[in-house]
């Protein structure tokens, strides 16, 4: 089993007693949240107990109505706080037996104290009623005055007294046993409470007995775990020491597996991986002996090569040069092209607007006289209708004048009439005026008379009024008949000069209608000379806009040539100074073969002090089963001064590639 299973199986291990444990008193806290609600409804219990029972106490001395009512007032509550308790206490039950046999004297004792209060309560309405029927006013007089009091006592019956008795049996019963049951009831609290500690105590050794084992357990695997661990790191140690001496025949122990184990494995690997690089180091050596005169060789070659280069880098650099005043020139002629053709293409452009401005204008020329032609049209039409109009208004108004005339005759005949009228009325107004008279001559016997002579003098007043107006109204409708008349000869004439006038106007509204139809036909004929400018135009403009996008391509392609050219001249630039460090390589690359050398020999006598089983049989003579760091055959070699020396292998030996770094982080590979 590896060490990562043991710590985790006891991590695991003691997660899961902590949990446990923390279930446990996370239930033992809400089963106390709850004892501790339900001890209050206990303590209800009791408080509305001991209320009852002074309710019962001061019965005797108020009157019966008040008493009555507080007492069963109270009693509610009492069972009340009895029912709210036998539903909701359910924990208390189940924690010890005595407790639940407690709780369930107190809960009978409740129903025996109500079989009580039934027994207290038809006694004390029996009494009150037999009493009720003796003393009419007892209403508001307190039991105890019926029961003592001798002025009561002597004129109570038999049946009033038997009452009172029983009654008075009754409350003493009803108030031994609420006083039996208080008794009881605090005694069975108290043992509750009592039983209640004890749980919480042994609650308390319980969870700290759990805490306590988890910490004893925990501690002893641990002890175990580490001195296992502890048991392995001490035998590494010991290997490790004995390899620092230089011992490279040690082995570390591999039984088991752990990651000890598995790290003594690593390590042997390790080992027999340094002797396989020593053994390659060996061989190294000796073949760097050789390299350092193929480096030599291959330096002083490109060294003749790099001063050739450097030279075609100088004619470059003058080509490029001319082809750069070249390409300059170009891009200045293809941009004055490119304005001037920019410029040709805006007069096209405000040319075609123009033409488009003018084709829009002479369509809505056109179809303005297209709509004049259907005004003119409808003028025309409207010009023969109201003719028809006007004649039919001219017959109407020369009808209405015969009807003026044939009412101005009949109103004559009216007035005649209304002239009968007031002739009437003047008649009737006489003879009234000589029935008063006669009335008067009558006397008494002619007042009845007088009455009726008096309503006829009001009814001829009122004729000879109402005929005097007719009279001004006829006067006033003849003077409107006579203006009428003379309106509608005015209307005839009137109605002449319109039909003359309608006549002119159709014969004009013709001739416009025949000018609008002459201008219409020239717009078609413009509007046909513009589309066709309008298309030439738009040819134009795409043999424009073609030129443009060609000369466009043209100042594209003058203007890569120019970035070429700048490139290359860049690159030219870049070749030169590359050649110069190689040439400045080449020099420190002289210096470096012989370093290499020097660090040959060095490493020969390193090699020399590890003491190892075989170097034959340990490893090949080549760099192929050589593992450095990163498993790329490439030892890295530090030399005082701050430079550093890669040699990269690919195939070792035959090919050579050196890498220089100096101190300022900058490398340089031969």
Known sequence: MTIRLRLTGLVIITNIFLILLLVYINIQTVNLDTISKEQILLGNMQQALNAENSGLMNYMLSSFNKSIEEYQLLSAKTQEAFDTGSRDIVVLPGLDKTIADALDSVFRLNNLMNDRRAAHTESAERFWQVASETFPYINNVPLTHILIDDTYRQRATDTLMEAADDFVSA?????????????????????????????????????????????????????????????????????????????????FNESGKDELSLLGGNLNG????????????????????????????????????????EKNVESILELTGALDDSVTKSARAADLIVTRV???????????????????????IMASLSNMSKSV?????????????????????????KTIRRVSSHVNIIQEMADVIKGVADQTNLLAMNAAIEAAHAGDAGRGFSVVADEIRKLAEKTSENSRIISENLRSIIGDINSATDSSNHT??????????????????????????????????????????????????????????NIHSVRRSVSEASEISSQVSSGSEEIRTGMSVIRKSSERTREVADIISTISRDLDTAVNQFKVDDVSAAGESDFSDVDSAEDTGIPSLYIDGGNSVTLSEGNWPGKEELTVVDGDGHSEEL
């Open 270 to 309: 390790f080992i027999i991986n340094l002797v396989k690089t020593l053994a390659a180091i060996q061989a190294g050596s000796k073949a760097n002996t050789e390299a350092r005169n193929q480096l030599i060789t291959s330096v002083e070659d490109s060294s003749s090569s790099v001063v050739e280069g």
């Open 342 to 364: 920019e410029s040709f293409s805006e007069m096209i452009q405000s040319q075609a607007s123009m033409v488009e401005e003018s084709t829009a204008a002479t369509t809505q």
């Open 377 to 401: 049209s409808g003028n025309r039409d409207a010009a023969l209708r109201l003719e028809s109009v006007a004649r039919d208004g001219s017959e109407v108004i020369e009808e209405t004048g």
């Open 171 to 251: 409350q003493a019963i009803l108030n031994d046993t609420i006083v039996s049951n208080l008794s009881i009831l605090n005694k069975q609290i108290s043992l509750i409470d009592a039983e209640i500690e004890k749980i919480n105590r042994r609650q308390s050794l319980v969870m700290d007995f759990s805490i306590i084992g988890v910490i004893i357990l925990s501690f002893i695997l641990s002890i175990l775990i580490i001195r296992v661990i502890l048991g392995k790191i001490n035998g590494i140690r010991d290997d490790i020491a004995v390899l620092v001496s230089g011992d490279l025949t040690r082995r």
């Open 492 to 549: 005839i004439s009137s109605f002449e000069q319109i039909d003359t006038e309608i006549q002119g106007v159709i014969s004009r509204t013709s001739e416009v209608a025949s000018s609008i139809e002459e201008l219409s036909q020239g717009s078609s004929q413009v509007m046909e000379a513009m589309n066709e400018l309008q298309d030439y135009t738009h040819r134009v403009k795409e043999s424009t806009m073609d030129i443009s996008e």
